[in-house]
């Protein structure tokens, strides 16, 4: 392996109160927020896009806001994930592909597809979800990622689907959650969600290396040792990766503390 795919590491958005004088200067305004998070970080996950559409300018001006390297990541619309059966949501994926968001150019980063906790895998259901997925849009290539968060996804029959359609799964660390470590796409995409706001850096420091050493393996075309996968007995394809690792949820007001020292510790 010659070289490395590049590591990201952000957070969940980038309007939060408690951030305001914490991780923005307390006399920056609110207009400037993101412009100055894109200077400290490298990727944002944006939430809003799950709950509503937005505009083809807002994409626009979101996209001239920060640095030429920096990515977002979009959630896909709930109205797409959140049904019975999936293979019936091309008109709702169709919407949310179609709002402007190829107007973010090559600051497009993976889409996320969330699921409930509740959408338990069924293989043909599954399938016909994953055969939605377009390759490009407007001419932009995609990536796209599933978050899972029921164990009935832990199965070799899950992996061999995503990795049939090239489809990453999110490596979830997560309280209840269950871990699915298996690569799938030529992308990691990590939810480290186990952090703490009594904790400055979000993860205690030994927590920030052991998760250094974990994402440069798989940028370099490894699987790291010690993290749970669902088809334990394959082996991905050992070649340069993009790793994108985001602080979400647990520790969120110390999360942008964690995205400067974690990315710190991968270059």
């Known amino acids: 392996m010659t070289q490395s795919g590049k590591i990201r590491v952000g957070i969940g958005g980038w309007t939060f109160e408690p951030w305001e004088g914490t991780f923005y200067p307390s006399d920056l305004p609110k207009k400037r927020q993101l412009e100055f998070a894109g200077k400290e970080l490298r990727t ?7 709950y509503s559409s937005q505009k083809p300018e807002t994409f626009a001006r979101w996209a001239a806001e920060v640095p030429d390297d ?90 061999g689907l995503l990795n049939k359609y ?27 969600q186990i952090g703490s706001d009594d904790i400055k ?18 940028a370099a075309g490894g699987e790291p040792e010690g993290l749970e996968k669902s088809a334990p007995d394959r082996n991905a394809d050992k070649q340069s990766r993009d790793v994108f690792a985001f602080f979400i949820t647990s520790g969120k007001i110390n999360a942008p503390n964690g995205a400067r020292e974690l990315q710190k510790r991968v270059g």
């Open 201 to 218: 850096t979000c993860y205690p420091p030994k927590d920030l290396d052991l998760w250094a050493e974990r994402l440069k393996t798989f």
């Open 166 to 192: 090239k489809v990453a799964v999110v490596l979830a660390e997560h309280a209840d959650y269950p871990m699915i470590a298996d690569v799938t796409a030529d992308f990691v995409y990590a939810r480290l």
């Open 44 to 50: 944002i996950e944006i939430n809003g896009t799950y």
């Open 70 to 159: 920096f990515i977002f990541s979009l959630k896909a619309s709930r109205f797409v994930t959140n049904r019975k059966i999936l293979a019936e949501a091309g008109e709702s994926m169709g919407r949310f592909l179609t709002q402007g968001l190829t107007e973010l150019g090559e600051h497009l980063g993976p889409i996320l597809w969330q699921f409930a906790p509740t959408k338990k895998f069924e293989p043909d259901d599954f399938e016909g979800f994953l055969k939605l997925l377009p390759e490009k849009q407007d001419g932009l290539k995609l990536r796209h990622v599933v978050e899972v968060r029921s164990p009935s996804f832990q199965t070799p029959d899950f992996i």
